[in-house]
Each structure stands twice: as structure tokens, then as C-alpha cells.
């Protein structure tokens, strides 16, 4: 049974502000409560149906995971996502997370505003063997429960860290690779050992004051006639040709 | 002034029963509306702030566009977008539109779900200069609203053909390339002159029955944890890995 205080603060959880207040965020459906108990990340209960629990009863209680058996109906009904009738989960916002790049590329992005952009570039980051995404303090919320549903799980490996970029990329003193319609044909780039894949906002693109930072135009080359590729497109291309050149060298 | 009943018309028209019925579909914000200007596909009406109308005086006056002058409010209150308040049209669905490969590659999506993807996946497929996607019939339909809100006006430019995919793949007599996790890495493989790139449903992939068609079994390197790539994700990886090596040889 989900109390009405419960529901009350799943569904304040959508807003950032709430988030924040109570350092609390909503993890949805199967597969992101799986990855979720599987994380070392801090849960505070699970809210699962017969089947769920009964599939996962062996991590539940090697996790010691508080969970409470609901309906289907109940879980469907403080859900979010459009079909969800398995499990739901609350977990503590983990706070100073170290950022560690291990010495590897670091993708970096300026005012990312969809949700399910930055969940699929998650998703995209996991897939590519990132363990950090740095984003511009304007940037949406990684823990927007719309990015949580996208990543597919992802969130509960990857870090999204959210900083002064300007500052941040001036710091590190490393090659900046930015996507421009100007820039060196991917397919022909050798990325440097080590660099900052930077990425800009879904209309606007990279601004110019972080234009001034990049040290490598790159273009991906166009085909046909669209004007653009979407962010989380750019993204994947940009991590598939630098693994490619990597692993080839 | 939308009349009452243009605005219960265009709301009918999110539901793909209501399009076949009245063979016409909704377009969406001013970059949607402008490339549909641009197109060859019939208009019958758009609805355009005056910003909208004064911006492009000159197209909407050679197209020889009936426009309805609309106030903004009234704009964002028949959009499905979330913020819209510049432009919308309803065009005509084009019927027998011929298949045309041009020798290129063909792009087969089977059981295709989400529209965000098939919309993204529209707008990829412009920017790699393929014209036209195949998804079988059971796949979302490309006249939808959000299908069309994502492709950012590749709308216009690249035809989608609901087929009996497997009765199709086997009519062509061409090499089938499906991503598989147990197939051949996609950085090396070299691709022959003509093909099928072919990709499966969001969360079951390619079906078994497909799977007997695919001639060359590739893969997408993980770097990573991810269990998978999105479709969409995966599909531009496959159409910019095939375009480097084509344009290399």
C-alpha cells in the first residue's frame, strides 16, 4: 500500500525544486530499479508488484532493500512514464561526487535542455565507456525523472557533473573537439590521447563565448539536406568515431 | 480566427484513424512549416502569427498558400507542441508515392514504436542523404504529430513506406546488415555497393522471423555497460560508419 504522503512526495519529486529540498529522487520501471539495486547508490524503498519482487527477490534481500509489495494499479497511478505497472523506487541524491576521468576523453556539454537528450546521451556515454558528463550549470537535471526513464539504466553508473564550463574547460588545459559546420571532416580527425568532446544547446548550438575555447572544429559530414543533427545524434557519432580512432592506433 | 471547427479538426488529427479518414496531417512550428513551404507536398491551409507571415511574405505569396493571420495564443492552443505560438498547417498525406533507392542503401525498421525515434531517425536519414525508409506495417506512423515535431522539417524531404517488411527484404535480392551483439564490428566492416541496413523494435529487436533474412551480422562495439544502444542511436552509427566507408573508396 502506498501511503497518500507517499504519493504526495513522488509527484513533488518531478520538480527540481523539490528534488533538492529533499535530496530525493524517482527511479521507474523494471529495468532502472534493477540497475538501481544494483548501483551503490543509496535507496530509500522500493515500491514493487508481486512479480517484480518475487523476480528479484535474491538482489532485494541481499541489498536489504526496504520494499513495500503495491499493486499494479497503485504503482501505475504515482508513475510518471506512460506504462509502469512493475516498480518504482526512491533513492538519495548522492552529493560531492568525485569526478574521475581515468585519464580518457571527457564529454562535456553547454545548456542541454531535454530531458530525453541527456538520458539517451547517458545511455550513449555507458554504451562508449564514460564514466563523467560535465554540463553547464544551465543544463537540465540528470535526475529529472524524464532523463532517469531514458537512460536505461545508465544513470546508475555514469556521473553528470554540473559546473561553470567556461571555467571548467579553461582549467583543464586540453584540447576542446566542438561540433561546427566549419570544422575538419570527423571521419578524417585522430583525436589526440586525451580531449573534451564539447557539445552545445539543442537550438542554439555551441554560444559564442564557448566557441572561443574550442581548439578543434570538427564537421560530421552531411549527406542530404538536413540542417542539423540532433545533440544526442552529434553525441553518438562523436564517441563512435573516437573509439574507432582509438582502438585502430 | 481558427473557427471551432478547424480547431476540433486539427485535435482530431493526432489520431492516425482521423488522418487516413480525412487524409490530411498537421505540421508544427515555424522550421516544420517553412521546409513543408519548400516541399512539393499540397497545403491546405496555414495558420501563421504575423511575425510568421511577415517573415515569409515572399514564399507563402509564390506557394500560393491559403493563410489564416492567427493570433499566438490561438496558435499554442491547437498545437500539440508545448510551445508553439508562430505557426501550423494541414497538408494533404500523399498517396502512391513511388519507392526510388537511386542504387543507395535502404534503411528497414520492423515494429518501429516511438515516434520521437522514427522522427529522429527521419531527420538522420535526411542529413546521410538517404531519400527513402522502409518500416513494416505495424510500425508508428510518420504523418503522427510527434514523428513530425522531430524531424525538424526532413519531413519534407524523405519518403517512409509501410511494407511487408519480410516479403519486401527478400523481393530485393540485396545483403541485409542487422546489428546483433553477436555480429561483425561495424569499424571494420567494409560495405559491399548496394544493401539493407535493418533495424528491430525498441525493446525486442529484430524478431526471429526477420532475423533469417540478415546476410551480415554487425555489430556496434560497447565500450561500456549499456546493454543497448537505442534504435535511433544505432542507426546513426550504422549510417555514418557506412558513408565513411563508401566515401573512402
Known amino acids: 500500500m502506498i501511503t497518500k504522503r507517499e504519493a504526495k512526495l513522488i509527484k513533488s519529486l518531478q520538480l527540481k525544486k ?7 529522487f524517482v527511479v521507474e520501471g523494471e529495468k532502472n530499479v534493477f540497475e538501481l539495486l544494483n548501483s551503490s547508490l543509496e535507496i530509500i524503498k522500493v515500491f514493487g508488484s508481486e512479480n517484480f519482487i518475487n523476480k528479484h527477490a ?4 541481499s541489498e536489504n532493500t526496504t520494499v513495500e509489495s503495491s ?3 497503485e504503482i501505475s497511478t504515482i508513475s510518471f512514464l506512460k506504462t509502469n505497472n512493475n516498480a518504482l523506487a526512491l533513492a538519495k541524491i548522492p552529493i560531492n561526487t568525485p569526478m574521475e576521468f581515468d585519464n580518457d576523453y571527457v564529454l562535456a556539454f553547454e545548456n542541454l535542455q531535454d530531458p530525453g537528450n541527456l538520458g539517451t546521451i547517458i545511455r550513449t556515454a555507458d554504451w562508449y565507456g564514460f ?3 560535465i554540463c553547464s550549470q544551465d543544463s537540465v537535471d540528470c535526475f529529472n525523472p524524464k532523463v532517469i526513464a531514458a537512460t536505461m539504466g545508465s ?7 554540473y559546473v561553470d564550463l567556461k571555467a571548467f574547460i579553461q582549467n583543464q588545459n586540453l584540447p576542446v573537439y566542438g561540433a561546427l559546420l566549419s570544422g575538419k571532416n570527423i571521419h578524417q580527425t585522430s583525436f589526440k590521447e586525451k580531449g573534451i568532446l564539447l557539445f552545445g544547446n539543442e537550438s542554439k548550438g555551441i554560444s559564442d563565448s564557448l566557441k572561443t575555447c574550442i581548439s578543434e ?5 552531411a ?3 538536413a540542417e542539423s543533427l540532433n545533440v544526442s545524434m552529434a553525441t553518438v557519432v562523436f564517441c563512435d568515431n573516437l573509439r574507432r580512432v582509438q582502438n585502430s592506433q
Do not use: C, D, T
Open 18 to 24: 523539490f528534488r533538492s529540498q529533499e535530496g530525493v
Open 223 to 225: 549527406f542530404g539536406q
Open 217 to 221: 572544429e570538427i564537421l560530421i559530414p
Open 155 to 161: 544513470f546508475a553508473r555514469i556521473k553528470v557533473h
Open 58 to 61: 535474491a538482489l532485494l534481500e
Open 131 to 133: 564514466k563523467n558528463i
Open 71 to 73: 499493486k499494479g494499479s
